[in-house]
């Protein structure tokens, strides 16, 4: 699951769109690993590469500054 301190903010995992926050449910993904990149107008991207073994699930918290 993601989740960020901003609404609105658009999310991507591997430079395809998934959303924008706040998502309904989880981001699903195979297992390996991948980035994610969080964006807002007037914020800076948050990215954050993220590792995934099969079954696994992760919270990830982004701050938006």
Wanted: proline letters at 8%; hydrophobic letters at 35%; charged letters at 20%.
């Amino acid at each position: 699951s993601v989740e960020c301190d901003v609404a609105g903010a658009r999310v991507t995992v591997d430079g395809q769109l998934r959303g924008f926050t706040p998502l309904r449910g989880s981001v699903l993904v195979g297992p390996g690993t991948h980035e994610l990149t969080l964006t807002g107008p007037g914020f800076a991207p948050a990215r954050r590469t993220v590792s995934v073994a099969p079954g696994e699930r992760k919270l990830l918290n982004f701050k938006l500054r």
